[in-house]
């Protein structure tokens, strides 16, 4: 790289002239310099680019392990929930109950149609509520396995001398048999007249008891004939039970997965339970599924970016 210049004149020198040289002579030592080499950048830098690498795809790893895990938690707390759930027997209807408590039901069941149709038109005001709207609140109205029907989960059957008075609790209360006669009652009250129903409060727009008249002594005769005395001998019923606010929130959102399931296209002889778990594990699969992908792209865009970095312009200095 530095060559010596001799101080004594070689008679090549001496034969023609000099001519200029590319490179800068220092005057005083007599080397002279060329351009320095390339810099390139060290293996330290590359090693610690891989280094960050590695550790970015173990923290994605990391990541999805986590994420993998709390759901095998959430399907392991959940179990127990929907096993307990599942074996638990359903109460069952106190028919011989039924004599005793039809009017009132039938009366109570015109009240709610009433009520949950003019709470409909305030839901979709200034709009009218369509005589198809009336129909479905008139089939669901007996139906325990519909909102329309949690009136129901609020009344008592208190026992009073030799009779039984439908006593509303404004609170929902675990269904028992109490619960199911008074479900059992309203079907049998209702029968196949709800289109008929529907049809009348559509065109007349009654009141309540414009409505207990047409229901419960023109169309079931239900409230035509005195209700028998209560027998002595009868067993008394279970005490109304009052549901927290988590127990029907649950309740409501394993009434609508059940809701969802009975529409399903799947065959009918699938269990409840293992729907559930395999909604579940579709879950689980479509998350990581969502977190291998942003995995991926983290990876790619950071080999990317170091790539870029990996291979600077060259830069020529002259010393």
Known sequence: MFTQISKSSSPSSQAGPIRPSSRSIDPKSGFHFGSSPIERPGRDSDEQREQQKTEMARLSQRILSSLFLLLLLFIYSSLPYFVASSKKPPPAARKGDIPFIRCQACEKIA????????????????????????IEIAENICNLKKEEADWILQID????????????????????SECKTIEHACQEIMGYSDTDVAEYVFSARPSIDQLVKFLCKDLSKTC????????????????????????????????????NILNDKDPPKQDYKQKILQGITATGTVIKEHINKVSEQIKNWWTGKTKGSSHPKAKKTDL
Do not use: Y
């Open 157 to 176: 059957v208190v026992e009073k001398g030799d009779k039984l008075e439908l006593v509303e609790q404004g609170i929902e209360g675990q269904c028992n």
């Open 111 to 134: 009240h709610q149609i009433i009520h949950q149709v003019k709470k409909k038109e305030a839901q979709i005001s200034p709009k009218k509520v369509s005589e198809f709207q009336i």
């Open 224 to 259: 035509s004939v005195k209700p028998p005395p209560v027998p002595a001998d009868r067993v008394p019923g279970e005490p109304f039970i009052a549901k927290s606010s988590k127990d029907a929130e649950m309740e409501k959102i394993l009434r609508s997965m059940e809701g």
